[in-house]
Nanobody, 126 residues
Framework: DVQLQASGGGFVQTGGSLRLSCAASGFTFDDSAIGWFRQAAGKEREAILYSSMDGATWYADSMEGRFAISNDNAKNTVYLQIDNLKPEDTAVYYC????????????????????WGPGTLVTVSS
């Protein structure tokens, strides 16, 4: 059973940082690509980051210069750190997994991802 679990959201002041985690079970990230999406209240879900274990990476303009991705293979977990958070970053953040090689368009389409975890809420105060 494939499952993803995003965590690490919370309340942070403008300019702060958060590290979001995405833990997987039922598959390994070695054969997958990971997408991070977010959805603010009243808005559509948007892709903010894509990372494949073969090194392919895409990120939204809004993430320019203020994110870092990493992974812990032993824990089968990937991490997304976002720095210099802004009120417009307030949203529910989701991680999703796609088979390697499936995503060909950027920003990636949500439909390309076969597994989604429940989101984690990030609230940035002004």
């Amino acid at each position: 059973d494939v499952q993803l679990q995003a965590s690490g959201g919370g309340f942070v002041q403008t300019g702060g940082s958060l590290r979001l985690s995405c833990a997987a079970s039922g598959f390994t990230f070695d054969d997958s690509a990971i997408g991070w999406f977010r959805q603010a209240a009243g808005k559509e879900r948007e892709a903010i980051l894509y990372s494949s274990m073969d090194g392919a990476t895409w990120y939204a303009d809004s993430m320019e210069g203020r994110f870092a991705i990493s992974n812990d293979n032993a824990k089968n977990t990937v991490y997304l750190q976002i720095d210099n958070l802004k009120p417009e970053d307030t949203a529910v953040y989701y991680c999703a997994a796609a088979l390697k090689g499936v995503v060909h368009t950027f920003p990636p389409l949500a439909s390309d991802f076969h597994s989604w975890g429940p989101g984690t809420l990030v609230t940035v105060s002004s």
